[in-house]
């Protein structure tokens, strides 16, 4: 533990670290986790409610409408949490975090989990010290091109200008794909947002490059969104998943077998709709799944009926991204289930 | 005199230069004002018809997008609401709509929709506690009172939990309130904590001095936002594991800190602004140096900086909303995460504009205060 924290500092970065050095005194070493059992269950159950880190506002992943109440794909994972847990979504404390603060906050304990857009990397994996549990969206890297233009794959915008925010790993990606599949561009770089969307509207680039869901948000906001279409093609990884603190596989497995179980849902054809009757169903996974028979809800810790009660509050992942991604132009590519060509989106066996 | 002048006058001598007229209509008035002001030269009038002509242009175009072209309310299908009509616009009337809609989630965050009332009413406490202290005859110990009831009833108003209120966690607060418990806590923790640096820093204790330099310059030496970064980040890894202070008010302590550093220069610079008679005055009458220091130093040194302790009380009104980088939802941050729904994406401006006034108006406010402040106090300066 001391270690895990020790590297949290060294990654905050030197300018804290100066700071640090000013109060060594007050560095200490948290005190170790009970051996076994699940630290974090055990604390979010004595509280009854879930600290839930989210996004302070992105469309569709987390933002609070107009009442003030979360909603969006992230939040939809939170939910599902509470609902194996006490079958109440509404027990669930939304913490928004910043790209910054989102880790110390995890670290800290201030979160119980951090459901917030967050891309599996392996550095954050081990230094970091978390543990993802899952990926819940893929996400990539894409392109963005006037419908009027006919361009229909990325392969198509040779000699192309494109608009590019600078700084983050979009322009490298952007640089190593033009390099390896030999194609000239012409790069234009804007540091804001609003500014390289407006440059991209007005003409001045052909084509806007960043994170695919991030380009169907700036479509969907568009006067008329036909106007603009999304490239199938997505040039970088960033898998995005529910994250935990190392060492509490108690925890990680629920968190785990929740994205599975409303993977699985879906492939079974088990809806918030007809998730009463199918819990009478002939299929023996099925049963298993909906604690008709096995054990396996005990096992994870929860009731037996967590996954009716999960499917009935928040739907099955089809469910999940119909609702909140859907809308904002997100559609499945790779976040289709396996079962369909290209989709990604695999659940091991219930049993 | 006068009888000689009516005289002409009735005589009807007109080049009698004794008779006393008003001056020419071109000399005075408007009209003269005009003339010298601002059409004196050619250079003068083409830039007199040059604004004129942008502000008029500017003030339609804005009386056009605000009011005639703007749309104050869209259908609303299913609980989305129908935006088409303000995109179609492009730009050349305000989407009033979206404050219609996001009036709410603006003001207050992600406050419990049907508690709305708490915190409105602890807007309006707010305001109340600010006219009461601004007014001259509660200057007195029954300050002291009206300002611990009316914070524990904000108090009470905000995380409920009793009188059957339904408790309200600090991670829901947002919008106004947060911003005005930010400002409202973190200047009125840091005045009394600059006086005290302030004075500190002219001890002649050297431990005491040293402290009080560290402290201010320390604290000057960096951004507000590592402040809150610090405080964000940093510091909930030296607690012990399962122990947390609240973001809202760590966040509250780093503001007040920092305030705290900059009046104190501020304060600092009134002491020293003072004459070294009015010091050795109050020693040549045996008064103590707390004696000294309230009865004779402090009211003329703190009379002194009116000004700069407003601008700097204006600033870091203003400056609350960096919190934003840790994640609490204060005014400026709610209004723009109510622009970040697909629906409502692209009506900035008009959501800026609104939060804008509401800046201006507690900003404005404080500056017309201090001016009139400033007036009365100095009185016997302007002779």
């Not at chain 1, 609070?64 to 404390?93: E, I, K, T």
């Not at chain 2, 009011?67 to 989407?95: K, Y």
């Not at chain 2, 703190?302 to 009104?317: A, E």
Request: charged share 15%.
């Amino acid at each position: 533990m001391k270690a895990m924290r020790l590297s949290v500092t060294r990654a905050v970065g030197g300018a804290a670290l100066a700071l640090a050095m000013t109060v060594p005194a007050l560095a200490q070493a948290p005190a170790a986790p009970a051996a076994g059992g699940s630290p974090t269950l055990d604390a979010i159950r004595a509280r009854g409610t879930l600290i839930c880190g989210v996004n302070t506002g992105l469309a569709g992943f987390a933002q609070p409408d107009s009442q003030g109440v979360w909603r969006g794909f992230d939040v939809d994972y939170c939910r599902a949490v509470a609902l194996a847990l006490w079958n109440d979504a509404n027990r669930v404390r939304y913490v928004p975090t910043t790209a910054q603060n989102r880790f110390t906050a995890l670290q800290s304990g201030e979160v119980d989990m951090l459901a917030r857009n967050t891309t599996w990397t392996l550095s954050r994996d081990t230094s970091l010290g978390f543990d993802f549990t899952g990926i819940n969206f893929y996400d990539g890297q894409g392109f963005m091109v006037k419908a009027s233009t006919g361009v229909r794959t990325a392969r198509e915008l040779e000699g192309a200008t494109i608009c590019v925010q600078p700084g983050t790993t979009t322009e490298q990606n952007l640089t190593d794909w033009a390099r390896s599949n030999r194609i000239r561009f012409t790069p234009v770089v804007i540091e804001r947002l609003e500014e390289v969307v407006q440059a991209y509207v007005a003409g001045r680039c052909d084509a806007y490059t960043t994170d695919v869901s991030g380009l169907a948000a700036t479509r969907s906001a568009q006067p008329n969104p036909r106007e603009h279409s999304i490239l199938p093609d997505v040039i970088s990884k960033e898998p995005l998943g529910p994250l935990i603190r190392h060492g509490d596989q108690r925890f990680a497995d629920l968190l785990r077998w929740i994205h599975f179980g409303l993977i699985g849902a879906e492939e079974l054809g088990i809806t918030a709709a007809n998730v009463q009757q199918r819990a009478s169903d002939a299929n023996p996974e099925v049963q298993r799944m909906l604690g008709r028979t096995g054990d396996l809800g005990r096992m994870l810790g929860v009731d037996n009926a967590w996954m009716v009660n999960i499917i009935r509050g928040v739907g099955n992942y089809g469910e999940i991204f119909a609702r909140n991604l859907e809308p904002i132009g997100i559609q499945r590519g790779p976040n289709a289930l396996w079962t369909t060509p290209g989709g990604l989106q695999y659940a091991p066996p219930f049993r | 005199m006068s009888d000689v002048t009516l005289n002409t006058a009735v005589a009807g001598v007109p080049h009698d230069a004794s008779a006393p007229r008003s001056a020419p209509i071109r000399q005075t008035g408007a009209i003269a004002w005009v003339r010298q002001n601002l059409f004196a030269t050619w250079l003068s009038t083409a830039v007199t018809l040059l604004l004129a002509y942008l502000i008029l242009r500017w003030t339609v175009g804005f009386i056009e997008w605000a009011f005639l072209n703007a749309i104050w309310e869209v259908p609303v299908v299913n609980g989305q609401a129908q935006t088409q009509a303000c995109r179609e616009m492009r730009g050349t009337g305000a989407c009033w709509a979206v404050i219609n809609e996001k009036h709410r989630f603006i003001l207050f965050g992600t406050y419990p929709f049907e508690q709305h009332w708490r915190p409105a009413l602890v807007c309006v406490l707010f305001v109340a506690l600010y006219i009461v202290s601004a007014m001259r005859r509660f200057w007195n110990w029954t300050l002291v009172p009206i300002w611990i009831v009316t914070l524990t009833v904000i108090g009470i108003l905000m995380w409920g939990g009793i009188l059957g209120l339904p408790y309200v966690p600090q991670e829901r607060w947002g919008g106004l309130p947060i911003t005005l418990i930010l400002s409202t806590f973190g200047l009125a923790l840091a005045f009394p904590l600059a006086i005290l640096v302030a004075l500190g820093r002219r001890s002649k204790l050297p431990a005491i001095k040293i402290l009080c330099v560290l402290y201010v310059e320390l604290i000057r030496g960096v951004p507000l936002i590592s402040l809150l970064f610090m405080a964000s980040v940093m510091f909930p890894l030296f607690l012990p594991e399962g122990m947390n202070i609240d973001k809202l008010l760590r966040a509250q302590v780093a503001i007040t800190l920092f305030a705290g550093a900059y009046l104190a220069e501020v304060v600092r610079g009134g002491l020293q602004a003072l004459p070294r008679g009015q010091y050795e005055a109050a020693e040549a009458l045996g008064l103590s140096y707390w004696q000294k220091t309230g009865l004779i130093i402090l009211p003329q040194a703190l009379r002194l900086v009116i000004p700069p302790l407003v601008n700097t009380f204006i600033g870091f009104f203003k400056d609350t909303s960096l919190v934003l980088i840790i994640g609490i939802f204060d005014l400026l941050t709610a209004g723009k995460t109510a622009i970040v729904e697909p629906a409502w994406q692209g009506f900035g401006v008009e959501v800026y504009v609104t939060v804008g006034v509401i800046y201006l108006v507690f900003c404005f406010a404080m500056s017309k205060y201090s001016q009139g402040l400033e007036r009365d106090l100095n009185q016997h300066r302007r002779r």
